[in-house]
């Protein structure tokens, strides 16, 4: 069957499939859910993931216009997601790219990216978890080819109609959305649109994810070897159109990995792999780097856990004693799909000074240190962190009622680096930010046992803590770099539980705490990235934190002679999948 035979077919064929488009009757959200549940495209042949095979239209084994049967950027996406990505035409799916498509004007039978749009639109609504990846031009620039390269305002117009549509997602309530540039090579009136479609999407203030895969392709080009490309120049297939293009119609029995391009305007299946897995590692990035705040609060509470023996008990003297010690603590968030997480492992240090006014009142003030060695999920990256802080407590008891209060100020320095991998090449990107942490708690106690020996009540508490990373710049310019704005992550949480104590005469006392935590400041933390070349940030919403989970913590001290000893430890368990453990061990020294 010949190509034109084919597309008579399809001519015939596309009012019924699309007909058969998937209706998607959900509630839109404006906040994006980074649990991504589908990736909904609208593009032309950069983007078709096989219009034309549902159709049978192409050549067996082709369909996508690149090297078949490699999957083009947006599936790779979609796949780096844990998703999987069908034509909306014969599959059920939600590509409604087509090969062809002009952003508004009609070309031939291809439904243009207005028209795939007002048919998702008229089929349903966007719901929490939907990505939408949107691209477009390439066929605007034929027709302006076409037309002898005389008329530049069909260009202009494209480029305001891709804005303008990308503003109609947005008011119709699509969560995320992704667009990018054009690759030009070189052309100049391709380049004049980019700038175009760069300037209408700052001029509306549009929130999107912004790829500037024309970057991305120089890089390509230039650094050919770090991606295993060979062949900047000619065409990975032997058929005049990718289309048709599979492993039997190849240059060399790899050209799918070797040369940049499929036909004289395609990418090859290297090509779209690396597209995909660039933008991928900007859709996650804003949650790899959000595990920094995380991690500070982690050194925050592993800090004031250090001297929480000495803030319930004193040192067993009235009068002054001196402090210290050296503990590790470890942090941990699970990834998922859609999210980059990461372990820390700390060294901390502690000094203190704690004033014992008799047996009921006493304070103290305490320093502390912390040097974090964290890593990314996967070979992802890492983080390092050093973090000083330094505290007050106090301690009061009335009869029964026992009570105990904390402030903390600190601040950090962090460097983070973010690996990208792309195809067979692996990129670093290097940051450095600092941190503030402030942090102040109270609990009262009621003993229901009150001895010499032991005390045993429950006990509720509140805590404020507030951490802010200042905003930073990744140290390069390629195409995966990014800029973040700063973070900011506030709790307020209560807690419940019981508590076991005990302070004797010679400075030997204990504790044993275990408390259920609720969180009470549900809202969630926000996130604010700007990509390289980006005209505009991509802000919005981390998920939310679990708002109940558990808390212990058990510590002992004695004496040795003139000199005492003290150990403790404790830790966060059934957060979600957030996990925190410290352990600390050291001297002291009464006066």
Known sequence: MNNRKRLLQAATAIAAMTAAAPSFAQTASGTRDTSASRVIVFGDSLSDGGFFAALGAAAPGGGSFTT???????????????????PVYGKNGTNYAVGGARVTAPNGFAPSITTQIDRYLASGSFRPGDVVYIQGGGNDYFAFLAGGGAN???????????????????????????????QSGGAAPLQAYNARYKAQLAAQGSNV??????????????????????????????????????????????????????????????????????????????????????????????????????????LGQDGIALFGGIGYGYFDRDSSRTRIGGSEQSVTGTLGV???????????????????????????????????????????????????????????????VRSVRLGSALRQHSGSTDSDLFSASGALRIDLVNGPLLNFGPEAGVAYEKIDIDGFSEGDTLSTQASFGSQELESLTGRFGLVASGSMIGGTGFFVRGSYVHEFDDDPRSFSITPAGAPVSWSGDLGRLP???ASVGMGVNGRIGPVGVRAQAGGEFGRGDLDAVNASAGLYLPF
Request: charged share 15%.
């Open 152 to 182: 530049p305002a069909i260009l202009t117009s494209a480029a305001d109609a891709l804005a303008a549509q990308v503003a109609r997602l947005e008011q119709a309530g699509a969560p995320t959305i992704i667009t990018m540039s054009v």
């Open 209 to 314: 994810l912004y790829f500037d895969t024309d970057k991305l392709f120089n890089e390509l080009v230039v650094d050919a070897a770090s991606f295993g490309i060979t062949n900047v120049t000619g065409q990975a297939c032997t058929t005049a159109s990718s289309l048709n293009c599979t492993r039997n119609t190849l240059v060399s029995p790899n050209a799918n990995n070797t040369y940049i391009l499929a036909d004289s305007v395609h990418p090859a299946g290297i090509s779209q792999r690396v597209q995909g897995q660039a933008i991928a590692s900007l859709y996650k990035a804003p949650e790899q780097i959000g595990i920094l705040a995380l991690s500070q609060q982690a050194t925050l509470r592993r800090h004031r856990a250090a001297f929480e023996n000495e803030q319930r008990n004193g």
């Open 547 to 549: 708002r109940d989970y």
């Open 68 to 86: 078949n049967p490699d999957p083009v950027a947006p599936e790779v996406f979609s796949s780096q997601l844990g998703l999987t990505l069908d």
């Open 354 to 416: 704690d004033i014992g006014m008799g047996e009921r009142l006493g304070l103290g003030i305490v320093g502390g240190y912390s040097d974090g060695d964290g890593q990314f999920d996967a070979g992802q990256g890492s983080f390092d962190s050093e973090t000083w802080m330094i505290s007050g407590y106090g301690r009061a008891a009335i009869g029964p009622a026992k009570l105990i209060a904390d402030v903390t100020y600190g601040q950090g320095n962090l460097d983070t």
